[in-house]
């Protein structure tokens, strides 16, 4: 399994990074839209790990286009405020399957992804 994950914070990045590795799970680590618009463009992922606000756009702008590189790669977000709260993320990002309130615990960001490739597994094809 290949996992983007987008942080500005390089010490939470590979903190976050370490515990998926633990799982067996490949990571790419960015700390921008840029390099993670770069990352997209150049290889396909599993799913996504964005923080919602990064210091030149955030994750709305990454999952967007991720949607449209890669219509069913799951999107988890993590958001360190109250904004998007009320579950409207979900509105408007399709690909967006989770928002975790920031402080991250390790465990369960590896958790969490676990749970979305093995659920990416078990849908059945279009025939």
Known sequence: MRVLIAQHN?????????FLEREGIDITLVSSQG????????????ALVLEMVLPDGGAIAIA??????MPDVPVITVNSSSFFSDGSIFQLLPNVH????APVIGEDLAAMVSHLN???KR?????
Request: glycine residues 8%; without cysteine; hydrophobic residues 50%.
């Open 10 to 18: 390089a010490e939470l990045g590979r903190l976050w990074a370490g």
């Open 35 to 46: 390099g993670a618009l770069a990352q997209l463009r150049a290889q396909a992922f599993d």
């Open 64 to 69: 967007d286009f991720a949607a449209y590189r």
């Open 98 to 101: 989770s928002v975790m309130q």
């Open 118 to 120: 093995n659920k990416r």
């Open 123 to 127: 849908v059945p094809s279009a025939p």
